[in-house]
C-alpha cells in the first residue's frame, strides 16, 4: 500500500498550492479518499473527502470557500487546490483512503495513509 502526497512548500500568504495524492487502482479500490492536516502540538484534523463516484465532497470549516478537492480516476491521483493561503494553514498534509465509498470526517473513517507533505505560508 502506498499513497504519495506531493505539492507541498513554502508560499506567502495569499498564494496558492495544489497537492497530489498518487496511489494504485488497487489501493483506492471503490472508495472515498480524504485529506487531513496537522500544526505542530495540534491534533490532526479533517480538511476535506470525496466520495468514491466524485459526486460528494465535503469540507472543514477552516478551509470552505478556499480548498477544492478533486479526483481524476485514470490516473488514480486525488487532488487539493488551496487558494488564498494563510498563516493558519500551515501544517503537514496527509491523504488517506477511506474503507467505504462515502466521504468521511473522521480519522476513524480512514484506513490508508500517505506519509505527508509539508505545507508553509508565511505571512
Known amino acids: 500500500v502506498q499513497l504519495q502526497a506531493s505539492g507541498g512548500g513554502l508560499v506567502q500568504a495569499g498564494d496558492s498550492l495544489r497537492l497530489s495524492c498518487a496511489t494504485s487502482?488497487?489501493?483506492?479500490?471503490?472508495?472515498?479518499v480524504g485529506w487531513f492536516r496537522q500544526a505542530p502540538g495540534k491534533e490532526r484534523e479533517f480538511v476535506a473527502s470525496?466520495?468514491?463516484?466524485?459526486?460528494?465532497?465535503y469540507y472543514g470549516d477552516p478551509v470552505k470557500g478556499r480548498f477544492t478537492i478533486s479526483r481524476e480516476r485514470a490516473k488514480n491521483t486525488v487532488y487539493l487546490q488551496m487558494n488564498n493561503l494563510k498563516p493558519e494553514d500551515t501544517a503537514v498534509y496527509y491523504c488517506?483512503?477511506?474503507?467505504?465509498?462515502?466521504?468521511?470526517?473522521?480519522?476513524?473513517?480512514?484506513?490508508?495513509w500517505g506519509q505527508g507533505t509539508q505545507v508553509t505560508v508565511s505571512s
Open positions: 488517506a483512503v477511506a474503507y467505504s465509498a462515502q466521504v468521511g470526517l473522521s480519522r476513524s473513517a480512514y484506513r490508508y
Open positions: 487502482k488497487r489501493t483506492l479500490s471503490n472508495n472515498a
Open positions: 470525496i466520495s468514491w463516484s466524485g459526486d460528494s465532497t
